[in-house]
């Protein structure tokens, strides 16, 4: 089983954007999800798409508004694209194959990619 592999994240100020990028293997057989992990805290959440049919997605309050989550079926990748960033959604943020209409996964997890938000 091949890992998923986050890249984007990086040190923005309070108010910033990123977008990130994720390649899975399991891209395409239902889900994807993007989750975060702050220090001391539980993986969360944060966003969730259908890679099959049409682009329906899902988002966690904390993030309703500011993330966008997409998807591009031809390079099988999934997007998170984070605006009006806070110093609260700083995380190591991960993707995955997931169970559709859950936040769990059924692949394996990345190494992730950090986001630090700083004021």
């Known amino acids: 089983q091949v890992q998923p592999v986050e890249s984007g994240g990086g040190s923005v100020q309070a108010g910033g954007s990123l977008r990130l990028s994720c390649v899975a293997s399991?891209?395409?057989?239902?889900?994807m999800g993007w989750f975060r992990q702050a220090p001391g805290k539980e993986r969360e959440g944060v966003a969730r798409?259908?890679?099959?049919?049409?682009?329906?997605?899902y988002y966690a309050d904390s993030v309703k508004g500011r993330f966008t989550i997409s998807r591009d079926n031809a390079e099988k990748m999934v997007y998170l694209r984070m605006s009006s960033l806070k110093t609260e959604d700083t995380a190591m943020y991960y993707c995955?194959?997931?169970?559709?209409?859950?936040?769990?996964?059924?692949?394996?997890w990345g190494a992730g990619t950090q986001v630090t938000v700083s004021s």
């Open positions: 995955a194959e997931i169970a559709c209409a859950t936040w769990v996964s059924i692949g394996g």
């Open positions: 399991g891209y395409g057989r239902g889900c």
């Open positions: 798409i259908y890679t099959i049919g049409n682009e329906r997605s």
